[in-house]
C-alpha cells in the first residue's frame, strides 16, 4: 500500500493531465459563442485548438530532453505557470481589442507553450516511481484524469460561458498556476538527474527505435488517431447540438460529457485490469479500441437525429479509452528512467497533433459536406488498425532492460549508474518497497 505521501504526490500529478486537457476540452462547447462574439468562419474558430496544440506538439520533445537532463518537476512546474499565464493573456485581449481574434491566438500559442511541458512529463515521472504492474495503475489513473478532464471540461466551459464568452480563458489560470506551485513544493524527483552527454543521449535514444521502430510507430500512431477522432468528431458534434437542436449551456455540456465520461471510467477499469492481468491483452484492447473508433464514426454517419449520434460518439469515447492505457504502458515501459522522458515526450507531440488538426479538418464539413468529410478521416483509424496488428510486438516493445543497458555501458552514460549495478538495483528496489508500504 502508498504512503500517504506517495499517494499525495501521485493526486498532483494526475492533477496534470486534468489541468491540461481542459486546454482544448474546455473550449470546445464554447466554440459557436466565440465563433458569434469574434465574428469568424468555422475554420478560424477550429485553429484555436490548432494554435494551442501545435506550439504543444513542438514543444514536448524539447521539454522530454530538457527533463531527461535536470528532472521532470523543473520542467513542468514553470510549464503548467506558463500555461495559465497564457490563457489569462487570451482572456484580456478578448476584453479589450475590438478585434480580438489574433489576440486570442497569441494566447493559446504561449498556452500551448506551457502544455508541452505538462502531461507526458507527469506520464513519465509517474513511470521513474513506478514499476512493472503498478506502473500500470498509475497510468490508467492518469489516463483517467485527463479522461475527468474531458468529462468536466464541456460542463466548465458551458457554465463560465454563462458569465461571459471570454471567461473560460480566465479559468485557465486561476487553476494552472496554483497547481504549478503545488508540484514545485510538494512533489519530490525520486530519481537523481545528472546532466548527460548529448552524443551519448542521442545514440541510446537511437538504439531504443533501432530495435523496437515499428511497434513504437505503430503505438504512436494509434494513441494520435484515437485523439484525432475523438476531438474532431466532438467538435462537429458540438456544432450540430447547437445548429440542428438547439442544445446549448449548461445542458450542452452535459451532453458533450457522455463520450469522454465513458472513455475515462474504461481508461480507469482497464488500468485495474492490466495491472492484475500482468500486462497480457495490451494489444487485444489496442486493437478493439481502433475497430470501435472506426465503427462510432460509420455510425455517426448513418444514424439520424441527437441521441443515435450521441450513442456512436459514445462508442467512439469507449474506444479511445480502449486505445488509450495500454498504449500509454507499451510507450513508458519501452525504455529505461533516463531516456523516459524524451520517448513519452515524441508520443505526447504525436497526440498533440491528433487533437491540433482534428477539429479544423471535420470542420471543412462546412464547405464539403459531413459524409464526405468524415468518411474520409475515417481512413486514419483504419490504416492505424493495419499497423497495430501488423507491428505490435508486445513482448519486443517491454523488453528493454538488458538491452538498453548493456547499450548505456556501450556509450559511457554514467560511471556512477555502471560501477556498481547490482548494488543500485537492490537500492531501486528497497526504495520502491518502502513506497507501497
Do not use: H
Not at 155 to 184: R, V
Not at 332 to 359: D, E, N, Q, W
Not at 394 to 400: A, E, F, N, T
Request: glycine share 10%; net charge positive.
Amino acid at each position: 500500500m502508498m504512503k500517504k505521501k506517495t499517494k499525495i504526490q501521485v493526486f498532483l500529478l494526475c492533477l496534470v493531465p486534468f489541468i491540461m486537457v481542459l486546454g482544448n476540452s474546455m473550449l470546445i462547447p464554447v466554440l459557436p459563442k466565440i465563433k458569434k462574439a469574434v465574428d469568424i468562419n468555422q475554420f478560424r474558430v477550429g485553429l484555436m485548438v490548432t494554435a494551442f496544440s501545435i506550439p504543444a506538439g513542438i514543444v514536448i520533445p524539447l521539454a522530454g530532453i530538457l527533463s531527461d537532463q535536470i528532472g521532470r518537476k523543473k520542467v513542468m512546474a514553470p510549464a503548467l505557470i506558463v500555461y495559465g499565464t497564457g490563457g489569462i493573456l487570451a482572456g484580456i485581449a478578448s476584453m479589450v481589442l475590438e478585434k480580438p481574434f489574433w489576440g486570442i491566438m497569441a494566447g493559446r500559442i504561449i498556452q500551448g507553450i506551457g502544455a508541452g511541458g505538462t502531461y507526458q512529463l507527469a506520464m513519465a515521472m509517474a513511470g521513474d516511481i513506478f514499476k512493472t504492474q503498478e506502473r500500470v495503475l498509475a497510468l490508467g489513473l492518469l489516463e483517467a484524469s485527463n479522461g475527468l478532464g474531458k468529462v468536466i471540461s464541456p460542463i466548465l466551459g458551458a457554465g463560465f460561458a454563462l458569465i461571459s464568452w471570454y471567461f473560460p480563458f480566465f479559468a485557465y489560470g486561476f487553476l494552472a498556476i496554483p497547481i504549478g506551485l503545488a508540484i514545485w513544493f510538494l512533489v519530490k524527483e525520486e530519481t537523481e538527474f545528472k546532466k548527460q552527454s548529448f552524443k551519448n543521449y542521442v545514440d541510446a535514444v537511437k538504439e531504443i527505435f533501432k530495435n523496437k521502430v515499428s511497434g513504437l510507430l505503430a503505438s504512436f500512431f494509434a494513441g494520435m488517431v484515437a485523439l484525432f477522432s475523438l476531438f474532431g468528431i466532438s467538435s462537429l458534434y458540438s456544432d450540430i447540438l447547437e445548429k440542428d437542436f438547439g442544445i446549448l449551456g449548461i445542458k450542452k455540456g452535459l451532453v458533450m460529457a457522455g463520450p469522454v465520461f465513458v472513455m475515462a471510467t474504461l481508461s480507469f477499469v482497464l488500468g485495474i485490469i492490466l495491472e492484475k492481468a500482468k500486462n497480457k491483452g495490451l494489444k487485444l484492447f489496442v486493437i478493439t479500441g481502433l475497430v470501435f473508433i472506426i465503427s462510432g464514426q460509420g455510425l455517426f454517419l448513418l444514424l439520424k437525429g441527437m441521441w443515435p449520434k450521441f450513442a456512436s460518439l459514445v462508442l467512439l469515447g469507449a474506444g479511445v479509452g480502449l486505445v488509450m492505457t495500454p498504449v500509454n504502458t507499451l510507450v513508458t515501459g519501452s525504455c529505461s528512467t533516463k531516456r523516459r522522458g524524451i520517448i513519452t515526450c515524441l508520443y505526447g507531440s504525436l497526440r498533440f497533433f491528433g487533437v491540433a488538426i482534428g477539429p479544423p479538418l471535420y470542420g471543412l464539413s462546412e464547405k464539403y459536406g459531413i459524409v464526405p468529410t468524415v468518411a474520409v478521416m475515417s481512413i486514419a483509424p483504419i490504416l492505424s488498425l493495419i499497423a497495430s496488428i501488423v507491428f505490435i510486438n508486445i513482448d519486443k516493445i517491454l523488453k528493454q532492460e538488458t538491452s538498453q543497458k548493456a547499450s548505456f555501458a556501450s556509450t559511457a552514460e554514467s560511471a556512477s549508474e555502471s560501477r556498481n549495478p547490482v548494488v543500485s538495483s537492490s537500492k531501486k528496489l528497497l526504495s520502491f518497497k518502502r513506497k507501497l508500504r
